[in-house]
């Protein structure tokens, strides 16, 4: 079964350092998500992809964050400074509308990378 | 303002016992009600959704949920729960439209006692 994947699945950084996380959606998947989770809530949406274009940015803090996808398939999130408050569990998912119809699929959820910023 | 409220933080079931978690949501337009589960430290699988059709959905490890729209509500229920249940449960709105992004409720913790 095809599945989203991620890496690194865990991530310890000093604050002000750079981190970067990779996600591979799953293959002919369109829709590329990156979801933000803190302990204890439920996941918010960050950024989400269609194809290369940016579809969905406005939660996304473009002071310090940033997000491509430069092909099409993988995706790379990026953290400039990290703060205290930036630990958390990345999320990426993928989806591809139902072929006709346009209508709304399933959302694949990867393992996520959890952030500590020490 | 659309939005999932799950009104349970942490519930504890025998082993044996039913289940049933809650889910109401706000969305301001035909919505496609997700239930996913995740385990500690991991991603999050999905477990039913409801896009139309019959309002009573089965999914995976024996659970199935009801799509309720006079209550705005879509409960998950499970008859016998097993210890290997424990995880965290979140229910999620998105729409019609391809592409658009789930709204999730703050998540259900489940603990199982034997």
């Known amino acids: 079964e095809a599945e989203v994947a991620q890496s690194p699945r865990y991530k310890i950084t000093e604050k002000s350092q750079a981190v970067a996380f990779w996600c591979d959606p799953i293959s002919g998947h369109a829709t590329l998500y990156w979801y933000r989770q803190i302990l204890g809530q439920g996941p918010e949406l960050l950024v989400q992809f269609q194809d290369e274009s940016v579809v969905d940015d406005s939660q996304l803090p473009k002071d310090r964050f940033s997000a491509e996808r430069l092909k099409g398939v993988d995706s790379t999130l990026k953290i400039q400074p990290a703060e205290l408050g930036d630990s958390a569990m990345y999320l990426c998912a993928s989806s591809s509308p139902n072929p006709g119809t346009g209508e709304t699929d399933t959302q694949y959820f990867g393992p996520g990378t959890r952030l500590t910023v020490l | ?114």
């Open chain 2, 1 to 114: 303002a659309q939005s999932v409220t799950q009104p349970d933080i942490h519930i504890t079931v025998s082993e044996g016992a039913s289940l049933e978690l809650r889910c109401n949501y706000s969305y301001g337009a035909t919505p496609y009600l997700f239930w996913y589960v995740q385990s500690p430290g991991q991603g999050l699988q999905l477990l039913l959704k409801y896009f139309s059709g019959d309002t009573l959905v089965q999914g995976i490890k024996g659970f199935e949920a009801e799509f309720k729209r006079s209550q705005s509500s879509f409960n998950l229920r499970k008859p016998s729960v097993h210890w290997s249940d424990a995880a965290e449960y979140f229910c999620a709105v998105g729409g019609y439209q391809a592409g658009t992004a789930l709204i999730f409720g703050k998540g259900t913790t489940l603990s199982v006692s034997s």
